[in-house]
């Protein structure tokens, strides 16, 4: 089961596209044994095509971005300029949470990036500046205002509708604090994410923090009453 499944993954494909200016493709030809094989395009660029394989965009851009360093070693200039690379299974898609910066989101084709900005309905735009040094697709035009809603005094809901939990854990050390992270829920609803803190016992630490733990609780669920 599992084993074959992880085989599989490794091997999506993923499509890389370099489009390298006329004079630059010749210069490769002298300067290297490697000849990409490429077909000139309408706007004397050499299109080249090579396949990526990864279990995720992610991991198949890292591949390609260390490839196109090794393969071309500078000829080429940075590999933004001239490399993308495609989404076939569109994993690239706007949320509350898409991070430009992030491999997986880079290196975009033309249509992913149309697909992306309509997602984004304004949120996002191309980044084309040349101060981009992080080689990202996009930038972000205005940031949210909406701000995150408490539901109880542990349970806050971000404003995609991510309910998170704050859960304490006791410090690394006997006389630190608790420590309070905060954990993702599944769950979009008040009452499924109260189910799902006892289901994965996430409230187990819950009564070290606070000297009369019966009274808290009680506290804790009328509270949570008000709010759904």
């Not at 010749?26 to 490697?34: A, D, M, N, Q, V």
């Not at 084709?109 to 996002?124: F, S």
Request: charged content about 35%.
């Amino acid at each position: 089961g599992d084993k074959a499944m992880m085989k599989i993954n490794d091997f999506q494909k993923y499509l890389v596209t370099l489009r390298i200016p006329y004079e630059d493709y010749f210069s490769l030809i002298y300067e290297s044994k490697h000849i990409l094989e490429a077909r000139l395009g309408s706007d004397r660029n050499f299109v080249a095509e090579v396949p990526m394989y990864g279990n995720n965009r992610k991991r198949a851009v890292a591949k390609a971005v260390q490839w196109f360093s090794k393969e071309f070693k500078g000829l080429l200039g940075p590999a933004h300029k001239v490399m993308t690379v495609d989404d076939p299974f569109e994993e690239v898609c706007y949320g509350d949470d898409f991070a430009c910066n992030d491999l997986a989101n880079k290196y975009l084709d033309e249509p992913t990036i149309e697909r992306v900005l309509e997602e984004a309905g304004g949120e996002l735009d191309r980044e084309e500046s040349d101060a981009n040094t992080q080689h990202n697709s996009f930038k972000r035009l205005k940031r949210r205002k909406k701000k995150n809603l408490s539901l109880t005094s542990r349970l806050y809901q971000t404003p995609g509708g991510t309910i998170y939990y704050r859960m304490s854990e006791p410090g690394s050390t006997s006389s630190a604090k608790m420590k309070i992270t905060s954990i993702k829920l599944s769950s979009k609803s008040l009452d499924k994410a109260l189910r799902e803190v006892d289901r994965r016992g996430l409230n187990k630490f819950e009564n070290f923090d606070t000297k009369k733990p019966s009274r808290s609780r009680k506290i804790y669920k009328r509270t949570t009453k008000k709010a759904a």
